[in-house]
């Protein structure tokens, strides 16, 4: 870059938001039995009869995701032995149908679900998003250049650099299992948060008189 040409940097900021289009739901099934083998039996059926109702609602199997499985004892510490037996078994599920989610929770909890732990929401794609957030930073960087420019008695001319910072708001995790199960029994409606993608571009613009061309 030319130390002699005059220039001006700035900060621009760009926002864009779309409704979810998709919810993700981590949800399992915990049983209890006197024996790890009975534990185990009772915890496999209920979670095939809780995958075959995901089929039913027309969730893909590619949206059913294994997750977590575990197997320990509940001791008697009066130094008998294992007093019973838990089994936990767990799965993420994608809803394309961000609009039948409190539909679908009560129904995957009829199924069989008894440990829905957390709720999220998203776009599946974001591309569209971040190209409106950069767009409007790149044009809040001009206005503020613009004004810069005005100023001191310029005008703006090529641009001679950009960098960006693209990245999506942070919004509240639902996690509290017992007030999602309750929700998920009682049809609580429920209205996930828009998706939120923000950006920050640094620009640099060339700064030239009212007498020089603008290239």
Do not use: C
């Not at 915990?30 to 995901?54: H, K, P, Q, Y």
């Not at 090529?158 to 999602?180: N, Q």
């Not at 998920?184 to 007498?211: C, M, N, S």
């Amino acid at each position: 870059m030319d130390a002699t040409v005059r220039r001006v940097t700035v900060m621009g900021r760009g926002e864009a938001t779309a409704s979810p289009d998709m919810v993700g739901v981590h949800l399992g099934v915990r049983t209890e039995a006197g024996t790890a083998r009975e534990a185990l039996a009772e915890n496999s059926a209920r979670m095939r009869s809780l995958v075959a109702r995901l089929r039913e609602l027309g969730v893909a199997d590619g949206d059913v995701r294994t997750g977590q499985f575990g197997l320990w004892p509940q001791h008697d510490y009066s130094g008998r032995g294992a007093k019973s037996y838990h089994a936990s078994n767990s799965l993420t599920v994608t809803i394309r149908d961000a609009g039948r989610t409190g539909e679908m929770l009560d129904k995957i909890v009829d199924a069989g679900a008894n440990d829905v732990s957390g709720v999220f929401s998203g776009v599946e794609d974001a591309t569209p998003l971040e190209e409106a957030a950069f767009s409007r930073a790149i044009a809040n960087a001009r206005e503020r250049a613009e004004l810069a420019a005005r100023v001191v008695g310029a005008k703006i001319g090529s641009v001679l650099s950009i960098s960006e910072e693209i990245g999506a708001t942070p919004r509240p995790y639902l996690e509290d299992r017992a007030a999602l199960a309750a929700a998920a029994q009682e049809d609580v409606p429920f209205h996930p948060d828009e998706e939120k993608v923000h950006a920050r571009v640094q620009v640099t613009f060339e700064l030239k008189t009212d007498g020089e061309a603008a290239t």
